[in-house]
């Protein structure tokens, strides 16, 4: 089945120091990925939606120059939290839309504590 | 805009049957999703309603009611395994963004 493979799954950065997040599709093609964040006992909080090829479609409330969002082929996008401050510590899920099937896949998460 | 909810928290005793009801308002409806999702791990896909009735999947079955803007997901034979958080989301028309609830923390006990 279409396997979306996210790494890191954990990191620990010093505040004011940037970290860069990778989504793949291992075996298929993600024209259109979607990018959540979850803080603990809450629900999945979509942050942005990237196109394969555009520029990424910013959710309300979220900051494009912190939250970069590259998503330059259809097997790679990329998601850079900027100048991380202890705020930003979250769960990071990105989220690959399957055109056939009209289902979606997700990545395995990335647990970002910012020290 | 949408409006998805759905119970915080239920409990229930291994061997037996819990339902996790959602109900919905949204601008369209294009189909509705149900997740389960452990503790530091990403979603994983149970169910997929988008015409009325109910889906059988072996223990789990789904339900949808277009016109009442409810779902509920049933979980049958509880074993601890099923301990999660089970989430509702919303796909509508012409988009592929979800709007998930905020889930449903159930916890099973022997």
């Known amino acids: ?115 | 805009g949408q409006n998805i909810d759905q119970p915080t928290e239920m409990t229930a005793t291994e061997g037996a049957i819990v339902q996790i009801n959602c109900t919905y308002q949204t601008s369209g409806f294009n189909g509705l999703f149900w997740y389960q999702q452990h503790a530091g791990e990403a979603p994983t896909f149970l169910s997929y309603n988008v015409l009325d009735g109910l889906e059988e999947k072996g223990r789990f079955s789904s339900f949808l009611s277009r016109s009442k803007g409810y779902s509920y997901l049933l979980l049958k034979e509880l074993q601890m395994k099923d301990s999660a958080s089970y989430l509702c989301a919303v796909r509508p028309p012409n988009d592929y963004k979800l709007s998930f609830g905020a889930g449903t923390t159930v916890t099973v006990r022997a």
Not at chain 1, 21 to 48: H, N, V
């Open chain 1, 1 to 115: 089945g279409a396997v979306v493979s996210q790494h890191p799954s954990r990191v620990i950065c010093k505040s004011g120091t940037s970290v860069k997040i990778e989504c793949r599709s291992l075996d298929f093609q993600a024209t259109t990925m979607f990018w959540y964040r979850q803080f603990p006992k809450q629900s999945l909080m979509l942050m942005a939606t990237s196109n394969e090829g555009s520029k990424a479609t910013y959710e309300q409330g979220v900051e494009k120059d912190k939250f970069l969002i590259n998503h330059a082929s259809l097997t790679l996008s990329t998601l850079t939290v900027t100048s991380a401050h202890p705020e930003d510590s979250s769960f990071y899920i990105c989220s690959a839309a399957l055109i056939q099937g009209g289902g979606y896949t997700f990545g395995s998460g990335t647990r970002l504590t910012v020290v």
